[in-house]
Nanobody, 125 residues
Framework: QGQLEESGGGSVQPGESLRLSCEAS????????MAWFRQAPGEQRLRVAR????????AYDASVNGRFTITQDNAKNTVYLQMNNLKPEDTAMYYC??????????????????WGQGTQVTVSS
């Protein structure tokens, strides 16, 4: 069993919703920085949302702001990504990643050292 395990991907039509889950080991979850990335074929990996599990600081990429919501459940060491009003351009492999803060922030991309195996999200009519 890995340290990060994603679930919840699938195939949906445009406008529908999905919720992704990322269950982490205790050490990983308590490391504070957790994020969701996505990568479509031929494209660069993009961080769509991040959360600091200690202070709750959240940030989103502009492409998903207002449609996606990242939340945490401390009792379950789990981070969720609620994705609403999905669009075909949201189609990608979605990865959960984790790391420890740098200078008190989870913003730098390079600090995400632990990765899950990914879960596929396909949005198509």
């Amino acid at each position: 069993q890995g340290q990060l395990e994603e679930s919840g991907g699938g195939s949906v039509q445009p406008g529908e919703s999905l919720r992704l889950s990322c269950e982490a080991s205790g050490d990983i979850f308590n490391g504070r920085c957790m994020a969701w990335f996505r990568q479509a074929p031929g494209e660069q990996r993009l961080r769509v949302a991040r959360i600091d599990t200690l202070d709750g600081t959240i940030a989103y990429d502009a492409s998903v702001n207002g449609r996606f919501t990242i939340t945490q459940d401390n009792a379950k060491n789990t981070v969720y990504l609620q994705m609403n009003n999905l669009k075909p351009e949201d189609t990608a492999m979605y990865y959960c990643a984790a790391g420890r803060p740098h200078d008190g922030t989870c913003q730098p991309l390079w600090l995400y050292r632990s990765w899950g195996q990914g879960t596929q999200v396909t949005v198509s009519s």
